[in-house]
């Protein structure tokens, strides 16, 4: 994304005015203060930095600018906030940096966009006449409202090979546009026919409401039961979740998104009550689904069968859950029963049984690999859940834990999921044993360049960075370099944006440093900068030493005793 064209969009909205739209703000010591309309409370949690531009919940930690905030209350991904706030603001993006290959992008996807609204309504319209009674009774098997019907847009496909090829052309879309946008198929002698014939179609749409692709199903005898929508410039079926835009602002109130599989199971959910819902759309959870949801909400429930098939499932999803950070219970459901059948047969006491049984996400985990696995397979599981974290404070959270709950030696585990060393560090890496210490210490010291951004030239000098022991600290400082004197918001992550709102709060809160205590901050990083290097020093001395006692070679010997005391002699003299 052009960094120009979000600084025109954000220096011509003040994110107060902004923010005001959904929330009531109040003046507290200079800053903003509301009740937060991303978790659920009473209570301003909220502070909005009209000054700094940017806002943070002490509550729930949601934070960032003004583009962020817009993009989560409305559901929006962010070039859809980012578009609509330019419009808002008088920007126009596209002359901001030209490109003419992605203005062709923009106009197809535009018509895609169109051909699929002509498509939803053609369904839809197809549902009420005389042809959709057998969709209609089907609905009406399966418990469906009417009400529910028009809110998720449900339509059918005429049992008809050119139905809707037919009703495109006379919107003036030809059947190649018709084939790239998925709605119309081509066999291998060049033959276009509908996609979708016979079945009852679920409209998917996204986070802005607008149609992308659909899901049918079968409603005679035949295969396959379901067919999804192929990927197309407008859909990628991993992205997506079904429902999730009916879904999104009750999870935003919930705080919670329950996540099945099937399309009607996440209709009955809504009728029965449970608006927080919504499906996989007929493929296995990925990591862009999670970080989807995690916009929304921290907990996911996951609702699957319990055979072994769904068992299996909870375990591959609960794992990548968390690996996100968010809380995750598994509710497994009766043998025999989906969730449509158990909320039609024994309705919301029934469902909400089963949510109270449910276990908690690391719990089901540990639980099934103790039980359906074998050694090898648990280590092998418990050392790739700790790789794939990026985050160090999860690391620190879930090591003791795992290796509590798998019967692993905690030290075992820490060292065979240790990161290779980072590269331009002289020094032997530390054991993985001070992950939470090491956090909290990059903590510490990244707030000052973060509440004291004009020694970021001078930090870097110094080599500031020799001091970050994880991670995700030397990424941030990276940035903090790399966009020194600009906007930093737009280049940080959630994580990386959380703290540095917190790190400039905390500016706000207290007093800044006077001239002696910021003169003393200074020099406790420079002394600690020095530190880490005579440590470095001495520790090439020492090997040096042993190198050379092992080949006999006294001369070298005498040097590097020598060079040792010059050391420990200058190390002496600073303390």
Same mark, same amino acid.
């Given at each position: 994304?052009?960094?120009?064209?979000?600084?025109?969009?954000?220096?011509?909205?003040?994110?107060?005015?902004?923010?005001?739209?959904?929330?009531?703000?109040?003046?507290?010591?200079?800053?903003?203060?509301?009740? $937060?309309?991303?978790?659920?409370?009473?209570?301003?949690?909220?502070?909005?930095?009209?000054?700094?531009?940017?806002?943070?919940?002490?509550?729930?930690?949601?934070?960032?600018?003004?583009?962020?905030?817009?993009?989560?209350?409305?559901?929006?991904?962010?070039?859809? !906030?980012?578009?609509?706030?330019?419009?808002?603001?008088?920007?126009?993006?596209?002359?901001?940096?030209?490109?003419?290959?992605?203005?062709?992008?923009?106009?197809?996807?535009?018509?895609?966009?169109?051909?699929?609204?002509? !498509?939803?309504?053609?369904?839809?319209?197809?549902? +009420?006449?005389?042809?959709?009674?057998?969709?209609?009774?089907?609905?009406?098997?399966?418990?469906?409202?009417?009400?529910?019907?028009?809110?998720?847009? =449900?339509? /059918?496909?005429?049992?008809?090979?050119?139905?809707?090829?037919?009703?495109?052309?006379?919107?003036?879309?030809?059947?190649?546009?018709?084939?790239?946008?998925? =709605?119309?198929?081509?066999?291998?002698?060049?033959?276009?026919?509908?996609?979708?014939?016979?079945?009852?179609?679920?409209?998917?749409?996204?986070?802005?409401?607008?149609?992308?692709? /659909?899901?049918?199903?079968?409603?005679?005898?035949?295969?396959?039961?379901?067919?999804?929508?192929?990927?197309?410039?407008?859909?990628?079926?991993?992205?997506?979740?079904?429902? =999730?835009?009916?879904?999104?602002?009750?999870?935003?109130?919930?705080?919670?998104?329950?996540?099945?599989?099937?399309?009607?199971?996440?209709?009955?959910?809504?009728?029965?009550?449970?608006?927080?819902?919504?499906?996989?759309?007929?493929?296995?959870?990925?990591?862009?689904?999670?970080?989807?949801?995690?916009?929304?909400?921290?907990?996911?429930?996951?609702?699957?069968?319990?055979? !072994?098939?769904?068992?299996?499932?909870?375990?591959?999803?609960?794992?990548? #859950?968390?690996?996100?950070?968010?809380?995750?219970?598994?509710?497994?459901?009766?043998?025999?029963?989906?969730?449509?059948?158990?909320?039609?047969?024994?309705?919301?006491?029934?469902?909400?049984? $089963?949510?109270?049984?449910?276990?908690?996400?690391?719990?089901?985990?540990?639980?099934?690999? +103790?039980?359906?696995?074998?050694?090898?397979?648990?280590?092998?599981?418990?050392?790739?859940? #700790?790789?794939?974290?990026?985050?160090?404070?999860?690391?620190?959270?879930?090591?003791?834990?795992?290796?509590?709950?798998?019967?692993?030696?905690?030290?075992?585990? +820490?060292?065979?999921?240790?990161?290779?060393?980072?590269?331009?560090?002289?020094?032997?890496?530390?054991?993985?044993?001070?992950?939470?210490?090491?956090?909290?210490?990059?903590?510490?010291?990244?707030?000052?360049?973060?509440?004291?951004?004009?020694?970021?030239?001078?930090?870097?000098?110094?080599?500031?960075?020799?001091?970050?022991?994880?991670?995700?600290?030397?990424?941030?400082?990276?940035?903090?370099?790399?966009?020194?004197?600009?906007? #930093? =918001?737009?280049?940080?992550?959630?994580?990386?944006?959380?703290?540095?709102?917190?790190?400039?709060?905390?500016?706000?809160? $207290?007093?800044?440093?006077?001239?002696?205590?910021?003169?003393?901050?200074?020099?406790?990083?420079?002394?600690?900068?020095?530190?880490?290097?005579?440590? $470095?020093?001495?520790?090439?001395?020492?090997?040096?030493?042993?190198?050379?006692?092992?080949?006999?070679?006294?001369?070298?010997?005498?040097?590097?005793?020598?060079?040792?005391?010059?050391?420990?002699?200058?190390?002496?003299?600073?303390?």
């Amino acid at each position: 994304m052009q960094s120009d064209a979000i600084q025109l969009v954000k220096s011509r909205l003040n994110i107060a005015d902004v923010v005001r739209r959904y929330v009531d703000l109040k003046p507290v010591s200079g800053r903003w203060m509301g009740v $937060c309309p991303f978790h659920q409370e009473t209570k301003p949690s909220m502070s909005v930095n009209e000054q700094e531009g940017f806002f943070y919940c002490f509550g729930c930690q949601a934070s960032g600018d003004v583009i962020d905030f817009y993009q989560r209350i409305n559901g929006l991904e962010f070039r859809e !906030a980012l578009e609509q706030l330019a419009a808002e603001a008088g920007v126009d993006l596209g002359n901001v940096q030209p490109d003419p290959q992605a203005d062709e992008r923009r106009r197809k996807k535009r018509v895609y966009l169109d051909m699929h609204t002509w !498509a939803a309504q053609h369904y839809q319209a197809n549902l +009420r006449r005389p042809a959709g009674r057998g969709a209609c009774e089907y609905l009406q098997r399966r418990g469906m409202s009417g009400e529910i019907a028009r809110d998720f847009g =449900l339509g /059918f496909s005429l049992e008809s090979w050119h139905d809707l090829d037919q009703f495109l052309q006379s919107k003036g879309f030809s059947q190649d546009l018709g084939v790239e946008s998925g =709605l119309l198929s081509s066999n291998q002698k060049g033959s276009i026919y509908d996609r979708f014939r016979g079945r009852l179609i679920f409209p998917i749409q996204n986070l802005s409401g607008q149609v992308i692709a /659909f899901g049918g199903r079968i409603i005679t005898e035949g295969e396959p039961k379901y067919l999804n929508s192929s990927d197309s410039p407008i859909y990628k079926k991993g992205e997506h979740l079904y429902g =999730l835009y009916q879904a999104r602002k009750h999870m935003t109130r919930t705080r919670r998104a329950l996540l099945t599989e099937g399309y009607v199971d996440v209709l009955s959910l809504h009728q029965f009550g449970y608006k927080d819902s919504c499906g996989v759309l007929g493929t296995a959870l990925t990591p862009d689904q999670v970080r989807r949801l995690a916009g929304f909400c921290n907990r996911v429930d996951l609702v699957f069968d319990g055979d !072994a098939p769904g068992r299996k499932a909870a375990l591959r999803s609960a794992e990548m #859950i968390l690996q996100q950070g968010l809380k995750v219970k598994v509710v497994l459901l009766p043998e025999g029963e989906d969730v449509d059948s158990l909320l039609q047969a024994h309705g919301t006491d029934g469902f909400d049984a $089963c949510i109270d049984d449910a276990q908690d996400g690391l719990g089901f985990a540990m639980h099934t690999l +103790r039980t359906e696995h074998s050694p090898k397979e648990i280590i092998a599981w418990a050392q790739s859940f #700790i790789q794939k974290l990026q985050d160090a404070s999860l690391k620190a959270y879930y090591l003791p834990r795992l290796a509590q709950g798998l019967g692993l030696s905690e030290a075992e585990l +820490r060292s065979g999921t240790g990161a290779p060393p980072r590269t331009g560090r002289t020094h032997r890496p530390r054991p993985a044993l001070h992950v939470g210490r090491e956090d909290k210490d990059d903590r510490y010291f990244l707030r000052f360049p973060i509440q004291y951004p004009d020694y970021v030239p001078n930090l870097q000098q110094q080599g500031f960075g020799t001091i970050l022991n994880t991670d995700w600290g030397q990424r941030l400082w990276a940035k903090l370099v790399q966009h020194h004197g600009q906007d #930093i =918001l737009p280049h940080l992550d959630d994580q990386e944006k959380r703290f540095w709102a917190q790190s400039r709060l905390e500016l706000e809160q $207290c007093d800044a440093f006077s001239g002696e205590e910021l003169a003393g901050e200074w020099n406790h990083i420079c002394d600690r900068i020095e530190a880490v290097r005579s440590k $470095c020093r001495h520790r090439e001395l020492m090997d040096a030493l042993k190198l050379a006692q092992e080949k006999g070679d006294k001369q070298a010997v005498a040097e590097c005793i020598k060079a040792l005391n010059e050391s420990l002699g200058r190390s002496d003299e600073q303390h």
